[in-house]
């Protein structure tokens, strides 16, 4: 089973949740990993660059992006 946790080693509720949703949709263990690792690698930049994960501007996502290319 995969979760992602915070700075403070606490479990991220919501990408938890959404991980058990794959679980529980019966989707590979690999496609799990894969998604916790993106999930971890979204939140960390958005907590780096003080983006609202929930609900980021097109223009920051655009710039995530390009961060990540």
Known sequence: MWVVVD???ELHVEACA???GLR???RAFNTEKT???RIALYLSYCHG????WSCPSLPQLMAMR???A
């Open 35 to 37: 998604y916790a690792g």
């Open 24 to 26: 529980g949709a019966g």
């Open 18 to 20: 959404y991980l058990a």
């Open 66 to 68: 390009a961060c990540a």
């Open 49 to 52: 660059h003080g983006v609202d």
């Open 7 to 9: 700075e403070d080693l």
